[in-house]
């Protein structure tokens, strides 16, 4: 055959491939590997890192389009092409996209060869195997790239909703009845939401257990709940029809298309997300309307959270450490402080730690954060004891620090890189709430006990403490919560439950703090009770290091 008909032959098959290119999602190629030419269908030339269409040189060409760990895989397997070795190629590598982010493939070829039996053209098929599939063969169900499709069809989605739905504890279903039966929940699942949907609805499985429902009726909130109910009615019997082999609930999240500010893609999946976490949140089985205050205070959560993160990375910078003084009740002298943490953001709003603590300890920031606070209240002690050689500094833990960091190492290289004894140091437990799971944190307090730490039992009068916690944690302090201190100094029964309580920790050798102390009067009362520490606004608020080194004379 003459090489002009060659030639022919090669844009032939070029011209071949672009009409097919528009009743297909792959990219079709054509490579004359006698003349070195690489033809790929248009849409390939504006996904991937190529010059263009058509492109010489080939090798050298692909070497800035195909991933560098990945290129001399593809340059070896060509090779054997090159030299007949074999007629088929197949092969899964990493392209790179216009914006330099890897995209795996599979391109798939199958070489023709001259009259010479000699190796011609290449034709074949590049696909990305990692691109969202258009339906799910699981479910049954269309999947995200439709419901994106579906959502650039339309410039305005209609009132109505999107109603998010997921499988409580899903993980739980695969790992006890395993993956195939776990896909069977999620078709049964698909097929009782189907089942209840009104023309003009329409349901997507987005990931994994969740689906998502999309209305254009126009239906009110109240219509959308007793949908996602009857839907509940729907898996609740599919579940008693397969004789409770599986038990199992799903929970929904509903937005209104008239809270959305754009009704995309990722707008509807992010308050979607946010909707249905919130019904898992609150105990799931359950379903839950968007509110924008919620999701208001959420994002602020999640600020607060990015700035806590990036304060950590940069040495800390935004927190401090305030000290409020213990003194004696009896003679007002002073005996320690509490360190207490502050944040401020860079925008210089001062958020509460009310606020901010949960975030740290909810993100796990509160182990690099409370070892840093344990190591500047140890040095605070030291420089407090040149002029006060009794001063003890009060710590507050976390339960995460007790659970997910060596809490108790990090006390003892704190107290030895200060040169500090044991009993200088008072570990507070903070949260009385989770008391009753107290076994690893058992462990560790006995550690501290033994070293000759203090440790005091923190919050009590308040709703979760109890004298039981006593006996378990064998505390050297109790401290009494200012809500309880109030009720005592205002009600005669509780003032005369309060003076018991002294009396009975007194009897068994621990010492009682009362906190919240505010006004003169509130400070006589309490020293008649028989308290052996008082803190509060009335002997000083919280300050900084500088201030109180200053208030009491420190040099």
């Known amino acids: 055959m003459p090489k002009s008909d060659k030639i022919q032959n090669f844009e032939s098959f070029c011209e071949i491939a672009e009409q097919f290119a528009v009743c297909m999602n792959d990219y079709l190629y054509v490579y004359d590997i006698i003349n070195d030419t690489f ?14 269409c058509l492109f010489h040189d080939v090798v050298e060409t692909l070497r800035a389009c195909v991933h560098p760990d990945d290129f001399s895989m593809l340059q070896e397997d060509l090779q054997q092409l090159f030299d007949g070795v074999k007629t088929e190629h197949e092969l899964r590598y990493r392209w790179l996209g216009k914006d330099g982010v890897p995209i795996w493939i599979i391109c798939r070829g199958r070489v023709l060869q001259n009259e010479e039996g000699r190796p011609w053209l290449m034709l074949g098929c590049i696909n990305e195997i990692g691109r969202k599939q258009k ?45 195939e039966y776990g896909d069977t929940v999620l078709r049964q699942v698909a097929q009782c939401i189907e089942s209840r949907l009104l023309p003009g609805q329409y349901v997507y499985r987005v990931i994994s257990d969740e689906f998502l429902v999309l209305d254009a009726v126009g239906c009110e909130s109240e219509e959308v709940k007793e949908l996602y109910y009857n839907i509940r009615q729907e898996v609740e019997r599919t579940i008693a029809k397969q ?12 937005v209104n298309t008239r809270d959305m500010q754009k009704a995309d893609y990722e707008e509807i999946m992010r308050l979607s997300e946010f909707a249905l976490g919130q019904a898992k949140r609150q105990g799931k089985n359950q379903v839950c309307v968007f509110a924008q205050e919620d999701y208001d205070a959420f994002l602020r959560a999640r600020a607060i959270s990015r700035s806590l993160r990036r304060a950590v990375s940069n040495d800390f910078v935004g927190l401090d450490l305030y000290f409020q003084p213990l003194v004696y009740a009896d003679t007002e002298e002073l005996y320690g402080a509490e360190a207490l943490l502050r944040y401020q953001m860079p925008d210089g709003e001062r958020i509460s730690p009310m606020e901010f603590i949960p975030i740290l300890e909810e993100s796990g920031l509160i182990v690099p954060v409370g070892k840093w606070i344990i190591r500047k209240a140890a040095d605070m002690c030291r420089e407090c004891r040149k002029r006060y050689p009794q001063f003890r500094v009060s710590i507050n833990l976390s339960y995460i620090q007790m659970t997910k960091s060596p809490v108790f190492a990090e006390v003892m290289d704190a107290l030895k890189e200060t040169g500090l004894p044991a009993d200088a140091l008072i570990m507070e437990l903070t949260e009385s709430g989770y008391l009753e799971n107290s076994i690893n944190v058992q462990k560790v307090w006995k550690k501290f006990k033994e070293a000759g730490i203090q440790i005091a039992l923190d919050d009590f009068g308040t709703g979760y403490s109890n004298l039981q916690n006593i006996g378990r944690f064998n505390p050297d302090i109790v401290k009494i919560d200012r809500s309880f201190t109030l009720r005592a100094l205002q009600h005669s029964y509780e003032r005369q439950l309060l003076s018991h309580i002294i009396n009975m920790v007194h009897s068994i050798d621990l010492r009682i703090v009362i906190e919240g102390v505010e006004e003169k009067e509130e400070q006589q009362q309490v020293m008649q009770l028989g308290s052996d520490f008082i803190q509060g606004y009335y002997y000083s608020m919280p300050c900084s290091r500088t201030e109180f080194l200053k208030k009491y004379n420190v040099e």
């Open 39 to 52: 033809y790929i269908t248009e849409r390939a030339a504006k996904r991937f890192a190529l010059p263009g």
């Open 135 to 179: 339906a799910d063969n699981v479910s049954g169900l269309l999947g995200v790239s439709s419901l994106q499709e579906h959502l650039k069809q339309i410039s305005n989605l209609p009132e109505g909703f999107v109603m998010r739905i997921g499988i409580d504890d899903f993980r739980m279903i695969n790992e006890r009845l395993g993956v």
């Open 243 to 254: 004789c409770y082999e599986a038990v199992y609930t799903i929970s929904g999240g509903i």
